[in-house]
Structures are given as C-alpha cells and as structure tokens.
C-alpha cells in the first residue's frame, strides 16, 4: 500500500523558513516522481516543485524559484522541501504525491498526474 506522510507546516513570520518533509512507503520509491502541491482557502491546488527520483529532474514553479528547493534522501524514502524568505502568500495546506514519471514532470504538474496523495501539512505564514 503506497503511503505518503508529510510533516514539517506550521506558523512562520515572513522571510522565515521552513522544511517540509514527505515519507513514503509501500513502492520503489528510487523509480516515482514526488511533487509537491498546495492549496489556499477558496483557491485552486497549485504544483510547487517536483522531483523525479529516476533521473534526478527537478521542476519549480515561477512563484517558488529561487526561495524553494527540493531534495530527495533515497535512502530514508524522504523528500524534502526545504522553503526559505517564505510570504503570506505561501500560506496553504501542502500536499506531496507520488506516480511513476511516465510523462515529463512539468507536465506530470500541469496535469497533476499522480496517483497517489498524503494528507497535506499546514504551512501559515504571518505578515
């Protein structure tokens, strides 16, 4: 049974940093694709970062370059989020999902083809 956890949200005052982390379980986990999504109250889910652990490509969303940065420790079957100068706007319920990466990841994002979904961390950012 695919099983994917996330751990690390809480309250941040802006330009804070955070680090989010997605355990996982139950497939072979050096073959999938792990995104990360997020989704603000009354708004649409949003891909933030990808990475595909078969080849190591990574995939961020304009809104998030260069603030967030995605990781993956194999060995642990973790990914990481690692999320710095975070705004208000980052304020959401942060999901990480699994499939194997059958597509490119950008578009693997755009469509949110995964198959598999944690149950999201709350990440509050305070102005």
């Known amino acids: 049974e695919v099983q994917l956890v996330e751990s690390g949200g809480g309250l941040v005052q802006a330009g804070g940093s955070l680090r989010l982390s997605c355990a996982a379980s139950g497939f072979t986990f050096d073959s999938y694709a792990i995104g990360w999504f997020r989704q603000a109250p009354g708004k649409e889910r949003e891909g933030v970062s990808c990475i595909n652990n078969s080849d190591g490509s990574t995939y961020y969303a304009d809104s998030v370059k260069g603030r967030f940065t995605i990781s993956s420790d194999n060995a642990a079957n973790t990914v990481y989020l690692q999320m710095n100068s975070l705004k208000p706007e980052d304020t959401a319920v942060y999901y990480c999902?699994?499939?194997?990466?059958?597509?490119?990841?950008?578009?693997?994002?755009?469509?949110?083809?995964?198959?598999?979904w944690g149950q999201g961390t709350q990440v509050t950012v305070s102005s």
């Open positions: 999902a699994a499939e194997i990466p059958m597509l490119d990841i950008a578009t693997m994002m755009s469509r949110e083809s995964f198959g598999s």
